[in-house]
């Protein structure tokens, strides 16, 4: 059974930093591209970041890019969301997914975990 485990969400003022793990069991981790995803209320799940399977290959989202930092420890099989420069905008359910490819569709991933509440206050 494949689960994934979101934690370090919290309450931050805006230009506060905040780091997102993401624990996956059920797995081999290191054979699965982690992303991480954000719905705020009434409104889309969004790409933030991805990453692939050793590492060097991530993206983001253009409104997270320079701010955000995602990595992963596969000995751990964790996956991290640094971010900092936090802004009101950025207050969201944050979700961590894997699949075997990274892509940027939140629809084409396999495993989703349950999220962990962001929210940033100015």
């Known amino acids: 059974q494949v689960q994934l485990v979101e934690s370090g969400g919290g309450l931050v003022q805006a230009g506060g930093s905040l780091r997102l793990s993401c624990a996956a069991s059920g797995l081999t981790f290191s054979s699965y591209a982690m992303g991480w995803f954000r719905q705020a209320p009434g409104k889309e799940r969004d790409f933030v970041a991805f990453?692939?399977?050793?590492?060097?290959?991530?993206r983001y989202a253009d409104s997270v890019k320079g701010r955000f930092t995602i990595s992963r420890d596969n000995a751990k099989n964790t996956v991290y969301l640094q971010m900092n420069s936090l802004e009101p905008e950025d207050t969201a359910v944050y979700y961590c997914?894997?699949?075997?490819?990274?892509?940027?569709?939140?629809?084409?991933?396999?495993?989703w975990g349950q999220g962990t509440q962001v929210t940033v206050s100015s």
């Open positions: 990453i692939g399977l050793s590492g060097s290959n991530t």
């Open positions: 997914a894997a699949r075997k490819v990274a892509t940027m569709s939140a629809a084409l991933y396999d495993y």
